[in-house]
């Protein structure tokens, strides 16, 4: 099967008598598409503006991968991977064409994987016209040897409108998102929310590749003029996306990569990137970025104006503006970098109660990089509706199809084989918890990131955290020193001994689910 699927192709899918196939549209055609059939409007940027029903975020509790004989043994199994039989997916599967009969269909021909050793042609089929800009928009653009590829890569069915039924279909709800590895097929059922195809992607690489052993992350990565390439992981709402877009680096992706033999490499060729309270001061790369060809997600626009509102959480915390990677000046256009300097882990503390940064040895880094701890702020998923702490393997563990050790062991291999320095960085909230204190000040942040990047940071002398071990710089250029020991900045010295030996308490709970595999890295952890 190439990547330029023939009608014949389609029908293999069971996707018969469809209405209008309309293949490979470019942006603007999309655009006039998505506004006919009414899918959204324009906003006075030019960006193309569609709101998404009751799904303003994900819905990792829909997840389904098709359990048979390569993946039955391999899967991470739990609540965020739901098996469902080859039986029952082919009934889905037949239920979803009987709906598109006679439907127009928007078809796209992508790829995902920078790195020409591993890039992976994709086919997105979707119902809406503007799903595909999105898809079009996100995924890096096919080339000739994407279509000539033995490869066969994997087929994105997007079909919002088609609603599943539990008792039919053996789903949870009317959503579902369905992987089969053995079909190479993604379906997405019940759902608008378009950043359900970037992550089943997202989610299908984290099986594949590292057996090709590649490491897939969900990190942000830049690279500045030395080659000194840096990684950021963290879980939505922590800053990946605006810390990594620095006017004085090049940027080579913001949500997706792999780090393989030859260095890191996007997934992706485009941005997701948050946008509530997106300040033009503060994140003038993106602001600029949101164009005619970018696509607005719940983003509430004003008036007969239409100028976004992005203070306006109304529909969502979960805002996000979608556009290609070249939409912004200083990129790598080829999407791949070099073996990383630094690791930089982010998370949005709410307990206000974790340095904003601190150096980690390997093992402390394996240990903050199972743990995944942020807060999940609300929006993000369904149902949060307001900040709570949360553990996420990896800081992803949602896409993660195999166990997070495995990704782990990864990481440790390259860390050592690399002399990678590693740090934590807590861009949440200082003074007090969520509620008392205030959130760090991204400029603050920017500076300690500076710092970690360059290296400046390893001639700061550190104290010690009595809890959580962790080694804290005690000076950092252009950030008071007061404010690096979090128990300075809190009045009540004795509620923020309660706070942070509460969250030890959280961080020790949820790492028993690695116990033995990592009982060498438990010794890292809070104390």
């Known amino acids: 099967m190439t990547m330029m699927m023939s009608r014949k192709a389609l029908e293999d899918y069971g996707l018969t008598n469809l209405g209008s196939i309309n293949w490979n549209l470019p942006p603007a055609v999309l655009i006039e598409h998505a506004l006919t059939r009414k899918e959204g409007v324009l906003a006075s940027n030019g960006a193309f503006s569609a709101t998404t029903g009751s799904h303003t975020g994900r819905s990792p509790k829909d997840k389904f991968i098709v359990s048979n004989q390569e993946t039955a043994s391999k899967i991470w199994w739990g609540e965020n991977n739901h098996p469902m039989s080859p039986e029952t997916f082919a009934v889905v599967r037949q239920s979803l064409a009987d709906y598109l009969q006679g439907r127009d269909v928007y078809i796209l021909d992508a790829a995902a994987g920078a790195d020409p050793h591993y890039r992976m042609p994709i086919q997105v089929i979707t119902e809406l016209a503007w799903h595909n800009l999105f898809a079009r928009q996100l995924f890096l653009r096919a080339n000739e040897s994407d279509r000539t590829s033995e490869n066969p890569g994997f087929t994105i069915l997007c079909v919002p409108h088609f609603r599943t039924n539990p008792r039919a279909h053996g789903t949870r709800s009317e959503t579902a998102i369905i992987i089969d590895f053995e079909e190479r097929l993604v379906l997405i059922a019940g759902t608008e929310y378009a950043g359900e195809m970037k992550k089943s992607i997202f989610t299908v690489l984290n099986f594949i590749l590292p057996a090709e052993g590649v490491l897939p992350m969900h990190c942000s990565a830049n690279v500045g ?46 941005c ?56 912004i000046d200083n990129v790598v256009e080829s999407g791949m970098g070099g073996q990383p300097k630094a690791v930089i882990f982010l998370t949005a503390d709410s307990f206000g109660v974790l340095p904003p940064i601190s150096k980690l040895t390997t093992e402390q880094a394996m240990y903050y990089f199972l743990s995944g701890y942020t807060s999940k702020l609300a929006g993000t998923e369904r149902g949060v509706t307001s900040p709570q702490a949360t553990f996420s393997s990896c800081f992803g563990a949602a896409f993660l199809p195999l166990r997070p050790t495995e990704y782990a062991n990864l990481l440790r291999e390259r860390i050592e084989r690399y002399n990678v320095r590693c740090y934590l960085i807590n861009t949440g909230w200082t003074g007090g918890a969520y509620g008392v204190g205030e959130r760090i000040n991204i400029n603050y942040t920017r500076q300690m990131v500076n710092a970690a990047i360059s290296g400046v940071i390893e001639q700061a002398e550190t104290a010690v955290d009595p809890i959580f071990g962790l080694r804290v710089p005690t000076s950092c250029p252009g950030v008071p020193g007061e404010m690096l020991l979090p128990r300075n900045t809190w009045n009540d010295k004795m509620a923020y001994d309660q706070q942070a030996r509460h969250l030890a308490d959280l961080f020790k709970k949820n790492f028993t689910q690695f116990i033995p595999d990592s009982n060498d890295v438990l010794v890292a952890g809070p104390r």
């Open 272 to 327: 997701y990137a948050k946008c509530i309270n997106l300040s033009q001061k503060h994140e003038p790369q993106i602001w600029n970025a949101v164009r005619f060809g970018a696509v607005y997600e719940n983003v509430v626009l004003k008036g007969e104006s239409r100028q976004p509102d992005y203070s306006d959480s109304s529909l969502t915390e979960n805002t996000r503006a979608a556009y290609p990677i070249d939409f």
């Open 225 to 270: 003029l030395d080659g000194d390439v840096a990684l950021f992981f963290g879980l939505s709402g922590t800053g990946k996306t605006s810390l990594s877009a620095d006017p004085e680096r090049r940027l080579i992706g913001d949500d997706e990569h792999g780090w393989g033999e030859q260095g890191v490499f996007n997934f992706e060729g485009g």
